[in-house]
Nanobody
Framework: QVQLVESGGGLVQAGGSLRLSCAAS????????MGWFRQAPGKEREFVAT????????QYIDSVKGRFTISRDNAKNTVSLQMNSLKPEDTAVYYC????????????????WGQGTQVTVSS
């Protein structure tokens, strides 16, 4: 089992920044892709970003490209999401998740999930 705990959410004005962190415990994240998803009220949970074990491969949803950066520190078992130039439409609960050894944007292919952290961007 892998336990994931997110932190770093909060309320920020449009144009501001937040850094989300995800701490993993339990089984190692060795070879696993890690991802961030988000779910706004009344909407489906959507893929935001993913990163390979090495950190060399990343993928983002188009709406956050150039504004969000995903990174990981394998020695500390953490994954982060730096969010800049935030917009009101970024408001959602953000979830950290662990997949297998293949890059994927499909929610169903992520095996482990955190409890989520709320991000609210005011206009």
């Amino acid at each position: 089992q892998v336990q994931l705990v997110e932190s770093g959410g909060g309320l920020v004005q449009a144009g501001g920044s937040l850094r989300l962190s995800c701490a993993a415990s339990g089984r190692t994240l060795n070879s696993r892709y890690m991802g961030w998803f988000r779910q706004a009220p009344g909407k489906e949970r959507e893929f935001v970003a993913t990163i390979s074990w090495s950190g060399l491969s990343t993928q983002y949803i188009d709406s956050v490209k150039g504004r969000f950066t995903i990174s990981r520190d394998n020695a500390k078992n953490t994954v982060s999401l730096q969010m800049n130039s935030l917009k009101p439409e970024d408001t959602a609960v953000y979830y950290c998740a662990a997949a297998g050894a293949t890059m994927t944007v499909q929610r169903i292919e992520y095996d482990y999930w955190g409890q989520g952290t709320q991000v609210t961007v005011s206009s």
